[in-house]
Every structure is written in C-alpha cells, then in structure tokens.
C-alpha cells in the first residue's frame, strides 16, 4: 500500500518534472524575459517542494501516559 509519504514524494517528482518540461516546452517556441521569470519561478518553486517534502523532520509521537 501506498503511504502518505510516498505519494508526497512521488508528487513532488512529478511536480518538478511537469514544471521543468512545460517551461522548456514554452522556452524551445519563444519567450520573454518576463516569461522566463515566471518559468524559473515555477521551476525553483516546485524543486523546493521536492526538497522540503523529503528533508521535512517526522512530527514526534507523544507516548501515552499510564
């Protein structure tokens, strides 16, 4: 079964592969400086999801009292 944390994972994968083809899509017909801004943006924003969802510490588990 699928966790939580792998689907976080894979998403993010996913995220910055459609982020980095869409832009080189965009890029390869022609854009302006202002597209390209946004095209990095995009880019450096989904990548910093990726990393944040891997490197992102595990909430503690609080141990019942007896």
Not at 2 to 18: C, D, H, N, Q, R
Not at 25 to 41: D, K, L, N, R
């Amino acid at each position: 079964m699928i966790t939580t944390k792998e689907a976080a994972e894979w998403g993010s994968a996913l995220m910055v592969f459609a982020s980095g083809g869409t832009a080189g899509h965009f890029a390869s017909i022609g854009m302006t400086p202002v597209q390209w801004a946004g095209a990095v943006a995009a880019v450096l924003g989904s990548v910093t999801v990726a990393v944040a969802v891997r490197v992102w510490p595990a909430p503690a588990k609080v141990k019942a009292r007896d």
